[in-house]
């Protein structure tokens, strides 16, 4: 036995019996004071993990979701690249904007038209034509942004600045631009 052992031995042996009882109900309190400490340690690190287990299979279902609604927008961008609904080799988009503006609100509200575009990564090109139209009843508008909407190739409204005229409340003075994506 090693030499720290035997005087601690030797020391008990030492004591008075009520002494020796009153250490080993010590020792015994220590020993039970530490399992109950490393047994609450253990709960609250079993209560952590259920948590982030939970909060781990949330984002994991947050994820899933994220992939399936990816995948069906991917699957509508294929299948309209590949369907008859795809954009006509000839369609302009300043030429069909100046079309339907002149037919649902007439030329002399049109201000002005500004084209642009713009290249996204090397395989599409956004195309976007500003209108700043004048003195524009709402049913033109309405007419205006359904006949985008029904367009032979998918577009989008980008922008929708409506001014009402201080002089004219009926009518707006309206800044739109409009959107279409194209393969490259």
């Not at 047994?39 to 984002?59: G, M, V």
């Not at 359904?146 to 009926?170: C, H, W």
């Amino acid at each position: 036995m090693s030499v720290w052992l035997q005087t601690v031995l030797h020391a008990y042996a030492r004591l008075a019996p009520r002494e020796r009882l009153l250490l080993q109900v010590a020792i015994g309190a220590t020993v039970l004071v530490m399992l109950y400490g490393m047994l609450s340690w253990f709960q609250s690190a079993k209560a952590d993990f259920r948590a982030k287990i939970a909060a781990k299979q949330e984002q994991l279902v947050q994820i899933q979701s994220l992939r399936k609604t990816y995948l069906q927008l991917q699957k509508q961008a294929e299948s309209r690249a590949t369907s008859s609904g795809a954009r006509p080799e000839n369609f302009s988009l300043f030429s069909f904007l100046d079309g339907v503006g002149k037919k649902a609100v007439s030329r002399e509200k049109i201000l002005a038209m500004s084209p642009s575009s713009k290249t996204i990564g090397d395989q599409y090109v956004e195309e976007s034509v500003e209108m700043k139209l004048g003195a524009v009843s709402l049913d033109q508008m309405v007419e205006l942004l359904y006949e985008i909407e029904n367009a032979p190739t998918p577009l989008g409204v980008s922008r929708l600045q409506m001014k009402k005229r201080y002089n004219d409340p009926f009518n707006f003075d309206v800044t739109l631009v409009v959107t279409g994506v194209t393969a490259a």
